[in-house]
């Protein structure tokens, strides 16, 4: 599949066969490709925690969601993903490449580190890679959905899989083979797309000038 076409098909899939598990050897070229993503200095500040066997997808759900509340069908759909993966940031591999002599300023004084990076680029690099992840899920035939971690469940989530402190979860993908809704077609029908028009998010020269 062309990388257009992959960018151009590619729909958040919220429902899965579970029946059809993630071959692993799949998982393991998605995140492969996923750690090919460009990174400020090449700190690779990315961790991805792959989930594909049944109990700890199972567990991930367990310690993410509320004991005795019955689902909602946004999450009766995603149960149905076969395989997670989240993908984990870390600030310090930031600090720790930046403060290296060749990105360390002038006579290796202390620099500001706080200051160095106008966004936490931990952060923005892991989404990048993940959006690599998303583009190799469309290429294997695979639905994605990426989601939130709820933030009241991070450590619940560090806790049940030995995830480190310093790490923080940018944000999960649950994956397989797209079928229907358990419950059956949305009944307010299908999401309208709400992509931004092209004249609004690209400027030509001088922000407010719509490059055509
Ligand atoms: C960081 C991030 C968090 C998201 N969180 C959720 C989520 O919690 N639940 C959900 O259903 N979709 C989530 N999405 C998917 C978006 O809703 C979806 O990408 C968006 O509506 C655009 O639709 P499309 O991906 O089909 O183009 C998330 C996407 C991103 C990038």
Known sequence: MHVPDAVRARRAQRSFDPAAPVPRAVLHDLVDLASRA?????????????????RDVARYWEVTTEAGRAPDRWLR????APAL?????????????????????G??????????????????DTGMAVALLLLGAEDAGLGACPFGVPTARVDAVRAAFGVPPDRT??????????????????PDGPRPSRRR????????????TPLR
């Open 107 to 124: 006579d290796h004084a202390p620099v500001d580190l706080a200051a160095r990076w106008p966004v936490p680029y931990w952060h923005v």
């Open 77 to 80: 759909g995603l149960r149905t």
């Open 169 to 186: 979860p940018v944000m999960a993908v649950a994956l397989g083979t797209p079928a229907p809704h358990p419950d059956g077609p949305p």
């Open 197 to 208: 028009p092209l004249e609004d998010v690209a400027h030509d020269g001088r922000f407010g």
């Open 38 to 54: 460009p990174s400020a200095g090449a700190s690779q500040g990315w961790d991805f925690l792959a989930l594909s066997r049944s």
């Open 85 to 105: 993966v989240v993908a984990w940031s870390r600030e310090e591999a930031y600090r720790e490449r930046y403060a290296l002599a060749d990105k360390a300023s």
